[in-house]
């Protein structure tokens, strides 16, 4: 029995139409498939052979054994694969996807023409009008705001990118980790947290949480270390007098539109948390966004307590809370203002295309500079200007992915961290993703082709 409903009254143009099967090239040709993947597009209708289609759009298959074949792009063409643990995340999304995409395709039925407004909609995604009429090196980014709202862009638009947003983001934070980026609130065994920050090798965030523990508290209250911390507040056990609270972690995606980054980073963190022992941190999760009509998508993000989602998951809902703020980077409002609060970490996410200028870089080096730990950054492009930008305003840049194969720089999956931050260790070779090749790197092996060996 299929997993999704083929009887919806969007089925018919949900996939791409036939005046629209040009596929641009997403992703730097000399890092992936782009000319040299054998794979064609498929039909609206046709499934990956082999495969089990989870949803409506077949960008999700069970292919048996606990292997999933998947995509990120409109046409179908370029597939990923991914194992068991990949295959429950894509399940769970899928499930989010269902009253995000509900929400969507209420707006585009409420237009005079849904029809004709979801075909608009493609036009605009494929055509990118206001991009392609921009002066080059105007930084105009891919779509207007106006555009951005359009029903039936943002329909198609989710489609797409709910895959690509929560699979790329989950890759680069496996990397921060690595780093130890995430220490200071989801504290491992034997590394030592004080107000600078974690000190295990590796580790590079400046500082916990302000709700945090600090080396201070901890004596006070009669303990030594972020390893007893983390045993006894996992466990709930008082630490001297007080009870231990959980760290509060505060993250703002920067143009983070419907807000699948946020998504990707509270389901990982719980899962680095159960990895390591320890509770969760209680999260504050923001989109700052220039399109306001993206508000009620990130609302629809979380898992709803006792709902149709897996329950162990659901109860992220009391204590992770989802929300939306208006935010421009070139209006002069800084973003802890916009957001309400202060920030721990940023997100940013195919966003710099829009901010190449020296205003831009000084608004992301003032927020370094005000007590934002960490810039975790996701691009399409594999050289940005900004890292220079940056670099020449004393921000430390870290690059996570490979950068000493033929395919040369790679920009693509970046940390900016404070000035004076000691430069991490490069992320180690053998480091197990998830999601292989995400983003995509086969090329750098001179493969042909996305799927992966071994899982």
């Given at each position: 029995m299929p997993e999704h409903d083929r009887t919806s009254h969007l089925s018919s143009y949900s996939m791409p139409s036939s005046s629209y099967r040009h596929n641009p090239k997403a992703a730097p040709a000399r890092f992936g498939s782009a000319g040299r993947n054998k794979h064609r597009p498929l039909e609206k209708d046709e499934d990956v052979r082999g495969g089990r289609r989870l949803d409506e759009d077949g960008m999700v298959y069970?292919?048996?054994?606990?292997?999933?074949t998947y995509f990120q792009d409109r046409m179908r063409q370029y597939p990923f694969a991914t194992g068991a643990a990949g295959l429950s995340l894509l399940r769970r999304l899928l499930v989010v996807n269902r009253r995000v995409f509900a929400l969507s395709d209420a707006r585009v039925l409420a237009t005079d023409d849904p029809r004709r407004t979801a075909r608009e909609g493609e036009r605009l995604y494929v055509e990118k009008p206001s991009q392609r009429s921009a002066p080059k090196g105007a930084g105009v980014g891919t779509w207007s705001?106006?555009?951005?709202?359009?029903?039936?862009?943002?329909?198609?638009?989710?489609?797409?990118?709910?895959?690509?947003?929560?699979?790329?983001?989950?890759?680069?934070?496996?990397?921060?980790?690595?780093?130890?980026?995430?220490?200071?609130?989801?504290?491992?065994?034997?590394?030592?947290?004080?107000?600078?920050?974690?000190?295990?090798?590796?580790?590079?965030?400046q500082g916990a949480s302000a709700e945090g523990a600090t080396d201070?508290?901890?004596?006070?209250?009669?303990?030594?270390?972020?390893?007893?911390?983390?045993?006894?507040?996992?466990s709930g056990e008082r630490c001297g007098e007080r009870p231990l609270e959980r760290p509060k972690l505060c993250v703002a995606s920067l143009g983070g539109g419907p807000g699948y980054e946020l998504l990707a980073l509270a389901w990982y963190l719980r899962e680095l948390a159960t990895k390591r022992g320890v509770r969760p941190p209680r999260?504050?999760?923001?989109?700052?966004?220039?399109?306001?009509?993206?508000?009620?998508?990130v609302r629809a993000l979380p898992e709803p307590m006792g709902g149709e989602s897996e329950s162990e998951h659901a109860m992220e809902g009391a204590d992770t809370t989802y929300r939306f703020a208006q935010w421009d980077i070139k209006a002069g409002v800084g973003a802890c203002e916009a957001a309400g609060?202060?920030?721990?970490?940023?997100?940013?996410?195919?966003?710099?295309?829009?901010?190449?200028?020296?205003?831009?870089?000084?608004?992301?080096?003032?927020?370094?500079?005000?007590?934002?730990r960490a810039i975790l950054v996701n691009e399409r492009n594999g050289e940005q200007r900004m890292v220079g930008m940056v670099q020449?305003?004393?921000?430390?840049?870290?690059?996570?992915?490979?950068?000493?194969?033929?395919?040369?720089?790679?920009?693509?999956?970046?940390?900016?961290?404070?000035?004076?931050?000691?430069?991490p260790s490069p992320v180690p070779r053998d480091l197990e993703h998830t999601f292989p090749n995400v983003p995509y790197e086969e090329a750098k092996k001179g493969s042909n082709d996305a799927r992966i060996d071994r899982y």
């Open positions: 069970d292919m048996g054994g606990g292997v999933c705001d106006e555009e951005y709202a359009h029903p039936g862009l943002q329909a198609l638009y989710l489609r797409l990118k709910s895959f690509q947003r929560f699979t790329e983001s989950w890759a680069l934070y496996e990397r921060a980790a690595a780093l130890g980026i995430f220490d200071p609130w989801v504290r491992p065994a034997g590394v030592h947290v004080s107000a600078q920050g974690a000190t295990a090798e590796g580790a590079t965030a201070d508290k901890l004596a006070a209250d009669g303990c030594t270390s972020a390893e007893s911390v983390g045993a006894r507040s996992a999260l504050d999760l923001v989109s700052l966004d220039l399109q306001p009509s993206w508000d009620p998508f609060s202060a920030i721990d970490l940023c997100l940013i996410s195919n966003v710099l295309v829009y901010c190449t200028d020296e205003p831009s870089a000084d608004v992301l080096t003032s927020l370094l500079q005000s007590g934002v020449k305003r004393g921000v430390v840049v870290c690059k996570l992915l490979d950068q000493s194969s033929a395919a040369g720089r790679d920009d693509r999956q970046l940390l900016f961290l404070p000035e004076g931050t000691p430069a």
